[in-house]
């Protein structure tokens, strides 16, 4: 790729110039005022250098995301770290970069490019369509809001570089998606469908601003599928019946020069809808439009060609099902769909290559194991993607490449994390052995991690050799070379763990101890003291066959369970050890089997006999689910709206432990469930939750952050689209874990690192 090539050599030259390529005395690598020092910085930075030196370090953490829940929702649940690793818990499959939908590939093995050599476009939503600008950017659509954390609204312009065309910006439409683009001249032609009234769309674009041209009206009844051109006229196909102020089914041609329909253009589709065409030729070299689908005529199905006045010719290959996607190779066209049969009955699931004069089979079993959903035909190799996951009995999950002519399976491998649909992807080549990939998906080169994940802090990536979880992690919690687990799994590593273990540090291995909880509970709080672990949950009641009903605690010198036992009646969410006692936050009626207390109070830390702090009296009116202390007072957040009689609290209080009281007026307040509360040294607050506003502002969708310093709610905006339900400060970074999947408007899978500025 050209980015790190040309930093190269603009370094290079200009190390050059400056000190006439003479080598760096290393004696003077440490002082800032000399030559050598900024050689030698230049030098680091360009090979990512970070060992300890008096020289600087350059960042260039490319943090992975999480993917794919096996059920419910994909998330993070818990964050805390060792040494320099991020660990990571919550309900996921997979770990991959948070590249977002349209990723650069690698053609020799499917690696994406590093985000240091060429950014991620981090496309928020799904992009279906990718096509070249002719001198080395490209124009790519869907059903997308923002590219590279800049509003863009379903078709934007991407430059050579991996960088946003910010002078290209078509008008802000969130109801459209698109489905294909073709560039002719100085305008961009977009075609797709408005999803607010399910009617097609056609439009026309200046291809260098964006602007709408307003004389060209087509106005398809119904969805446009594709587009393609001979160089004087515009193909157009898709599910309309009426396009242009005609009755057209499904197939219609334009001129480029009037912007008018070809009325005379006589090819008829009696049902059904067209996907896909493809300007080709016959045998004889004569140029061809392949058009491909559901579509029928009165005499073809599925798959039919026509001249460009419209004629239809004999071709037919007469699929059983739906053809995809269509591509042409010298004298063999390449059909990919849903079709199990080819020439009204030879078997030929999902991919076949027929002749293109007559239609008939030349290879039919390629191994593909399910649907393809794209073709595309660059040099001489075949890229293809879908639901499948082998290809000539080689594993491919969801793309893969073929060689041609011998159509051998290459190494070419991105490893996407599930399948693509049609429209599946708009393949297209980046030059320098690199292809441009577009999809539904929002991430790529995906490894497996079950629940469970450690990233490196420098790199971002997941390290390997950590043990897989059979189901969510709720809670993590580091004691020195001790990692204790909390969740619903009931397996890790093929060891039976139920809803809590142990794993032993720096190896993550599964601790020989194991505490038994029977039963089917779930931990979704661990913290401790320096002496024991304590430990809570719902469904909690017997502990190494010592009843604790919702909550127990563990000698940290021998892991046996202690005396301690508050005797919850209901679940332990969220404790806090303060002094001598533990505040317990969480959704039960009853401590010490009192009936009384509820959600929130403190017991003693030994005995677990309940205080009467904050009261005896006046409770929570629900769940307490997060809490954390800031000097002197206890942030609490959760379901409640009011705590006894001393007022309404919105899901957020503040104790104060100087003044043995609620703060009031409470200075926040949140319109929905608030599931996270963390403080750190700097005086901020982090609050995540469900709600859609804090104080009344929405722009705290799902995420605040609160000064205690200053007392004030800050106005910063995350950008982040779903609940935020874990926070960790290292090393001058916030990471932040939840079930969102776009953050600081960006593609961001459940996981981000903020300076709470961006």
């Known amino acids: 790729m050209k980015p790190m090539r040309k930093i190269l050599i603009v370094y290079s030259l200009s190390i ?34 970070r060992s300890p030196s008096c020289l600087p370090s350059f960042d260039f953490q490319e943090l992975w995301g999480v993917y794919m829940a096996p059920s419910g929702t994909t998330s993070v649940n818990a964050i805390t770290s060792y040494n320099d ?23 020799s093995n499917g690696k994406v490019l590093s985000n240091r050599n060429c950014p991620y476009l981090k496309v928020v939503g799904s992009t279906g369509i990718a096509i070249s600008d002719g001198g080395g950017g490209f124009y790519i659509g869907g059903e997308f809001y923002a590219v590279q954390g800049v509003e863009r609204s379903s078709v934007a312009h991407i430059l050579p570089g991996c960088v946003l065309d910010r002078n290209f910006n078509v008008p802000k439409n969130n109801s459209i998606s698109i489905y294909t683009l073709l560039l002719a001249g100085d305008s961009l032609y977009a075609g797709g469908y408005n999803t607010s009234d399910n009617s097609g769309y056609l439009v026309r674009h200046n291809r260098y601003t964006g602007a709408l041209d307003n004389s060209f009206t087509p106005n398809p009844n119904l969805l446009v599928s594709d587009l393609e051109t001979d160089g004087d006229s515009l193909y157009v196909c898709g599910d309309f019946t009426n396009i242009g102020g005609y009755t057209k089914n499904s197939l219609a041609k334009f ?46 199905s599925r798959a039919i060609s026509f001249y460009p006045d419209g004629t239809l010719t004999t071709w037919n290959p007469a699929p059983n099902a739906k053809v995809n996607s269509i591509q042409q190779y010298n004298n063999r066209l390449y059909l990919g769909g849903d079709f199990t049969t080819i020439n009204g009955g030879t078997s030929a699931p999902n991919l076949v290559s027929v002749n293109n004069s007559t239609g008939t089979a030349i290879t039919t079993n390629y191994g593909v194991n399910d649907v393809v959903a794209t073709l595309q035909i660059i040099e001489n190799t075949l890229y293809l993607t879908g639901s499948f996951t082998q290809v000539k009995s080689v594993p491919r999950n969801y793309a893969a490449a073929l ?38 998906r929002s991430t790529v080169n995906v490894k497996a991690r079950n629940h469970f994940a450690v990233l490196d802090e420098v790199t971002g990536a997941p390290i390997e050799g950590t043990p897989n979880f059979d189901y969510s992690i709720k809670a993590l919690h580091r004691v020195g ?6 969740g619903s799994f009931t397996n890790i590593a093929g060891q039976g763990r139920n809803a809590f273990a142990i794993l032993d540090l720096p190896n993550y291995q599964v601790s020989p101890i194991n505490t038994v909880l029977t039963g089917s509970p779930e931990i979704r709080t661990i913290t401790s003291d320096e002496s024991q672990v304590y430990v809570g949950g719902a469904s909690v009641a017997n502990v190494n066959a010592l ?49 009384v207390t509820t959600s929130y109070q403190a017991v003693d830390k030994i005995t677990g006999t309940k205080r009467g702090i904050p009261s005896t009296t006046n409770f929570p009116s629900s769940g ?62 982090l609050i995540g939750g469900s709600f859609t506003g804090l104080n009344g502002a929405t722009d705290n969708y799902s995420f605040g952050v609160f000064n205690s310093n200053t007392n004030v709610l800050s106005s910063w905006n995350g950008g982040i689209n779903d609940v935020v339900y874990t926070s960790m400060y290292k090393n001058g970074r916030y990471y932040l874990g939840g079930a969102f999947t776009i953050a600081l408007r960006k593609s961001n899978g459940g996981l981000v690192r903020t300076n709470l500025n961006e």
């Open 16 to 49: 050059g110039l400056a000190f006439g390529c003479k080598p760096a005395e290393l004696s003077n690598t440490c002082d800032a005022k000399t030559k050598e020092y900024f050689q030698a910085t230049v030098v680091r930075f360009l090979t990512g250098d």
């Open 547 to 595: 009843t604790r009903n919702g909550a127990f605690a563990l000698n940290l010198g021998d892991l046996s369970v202690s005396g301690w036992n508050p005797n919850l009646n209901g679940s332990g969410e969220s404790f806090l050890v303060v002094a001598d006692v533990v505040f317990l936050g969480g959704l039960y009626s009853g401590i010490n089997g009192d009936g």
């Open 255 to 300: 001129s480029l020069s009037t912007g008018l329909i070809v009325s005379s253009f006589t090819t008829t589709i009696t049902g059904s809808s067209c996907l896909d065409l493809y300007y080709g030729t016959d045998s004889n070299g004569s140029p061809n439009i392949y058009a491909v689908g559901d579509l029928t005529t009165p005499t073809f």
């Open 481 to 486: 070379n001790r990692l204790f687990a909390g």
């Open 85 to 107: 690793q991020i660990i990571i818990g919550g309900n996921f499959q997979y770990v991959g970069p948070s590249t977002g939908s349209v990723v650069y590939l690698e053609t």
């Open 624 to 685: 307490v689910y997060t809490q954390t202390l800031s000097g002197s007072k206890i942030f609490l957040g959760g379901q409640f709206a009011t705590i006894g009689s001393i007022g309404t609290f919105n899901n957020f209080a503040i104790y104060n432990l100087a003044t043995q009281s609620y703060e009031q007026p409470n200075p926040v307040y949140s319109d929905n469930i608030i599931y996270h509360i963390a403080a750190y040294p700097d005086g901020n607050v």
């Open 403 to 440: 060689s041609l002519p011998d159509e051998s399976v290459t190494a070419f491998d991105p490893a996407y994390d599930g399948s693509f649909n049609n429209p599946g992807s708009g393949i297209v080549s980046a030059g320098n052995g690199v292809v441009l990939f577009t999809s539904s």
